[in-house]
């Protein structure tokens, strides 16, 4: 079964230091696996995505991820924090095979907070 | 911007009326979701659609149920309002090309 574990539910950076937001995921099939980003009030926003194409992904906003099979993760990285990157997070696979309709699976968020 | 829209952005009810909210979407893609958002659960599937009068369960979908008899509209009702559906709500498109998803701004349901 597919499931995906985001390791930290509150990362807090300085601005100007380097982001790493980790995620882990399990899944029997090749996945495709997604970042999202959530700021406060508003609705989710694709950041990037990972297809079976380059293991180095790169997203909007400076952020990229990594996508490594033999450890299972895709962690989320930026290599400097902004004010307007504190928001939560979301780590997501999708069930990637015949007759699974393509469903997403989300981890349970990762809350960035960016201090001056 | 994937226009999609939600409707209504905020609704307080009481505990046994029914409630409709209805996603509009406006580029004709063939997948649909809904999904609830509640704090540490991150986002969880109710139902979705492939298709017009083509729906199925998600992970959550007690107590839900939808429709959709154009392209364009996806609706979810809960037929008798619980305090445990208050919550977020959130439609969802699938893209064309891939499995991502674009989703629409939420609504906020309040069920006293």
């Known amino acids: 079964a597919q499931s995906v574990t985001q390791l930290d539910s509150h990362v807090s950076v300085s601005e100007g230091t380097p982001v790493l937001l980790r995620c882990n995921y399990s899944?029997?099939?090749?996945?495709?696996l997604f970042w999202y980003v959530q700021h406060p009030n508003k609705g989710l926003q694709l950041l990037l995505k990972y297809t079976s194409a380059a293991t180095l992904v790169k997203g909007i906003n400076g952020f990229e991820a990594e996508f490594k099979k033999s450890e299972t993760s895709f962690h989320l990285t930026k290599p400097s924090a902004h004010m307007s990157d504190a928001a939560e997070y979301f780590c997501?696979?999708?069930?990637?095979?015949?007759?699974?309709?393509?469903?997403?699976?989300f981890g349970k968020g990762t809350k960035l907070s960016v201090k001056p | 911007d994937a226009g999609i829209t939600q409707s209504p952005r905020h609704k307080v009810t009481e505990t046994g009326t029914p409630v409709t909210l209805r996603c509009h979407q406006t580029?004709?893609?063939?997948?649909m979701y809904w999904y609830r958002q509640d704090p540490g659960h991150g986002l969880r599937l109710i139902h979705y659609s492939y298709g017009v009068k083509d729906t199925d369960k998600g992970e959550v979908s007690d107590g839900y149920s939808v429709s959709r008899s154009k392209t364009e509209d996806f609706l979810l009702t809960l037929e008798s309002a619980t305090s445990s559906q208050t919550s977020v709500y959130f439609c969802?498109?699938?893209?064309?090309?891939?499995?991502?998803?674009?989703f629409g701004p939420g609504t906020r349901l309040t069920v006293t």
């Open positions: 899944s029997s099939y090749s996945p495709s």
């Open positions: 580029e004709n893609h063939r997948y």
């Open positions: 969802a498109i699938r893209g064309r090309l891939s499995y991502e998803q674009y």
């Open positions: 997501v696979v999708t069930l990637n095979y015949g007759g699974s309709q393509g469903n997403l699976i």
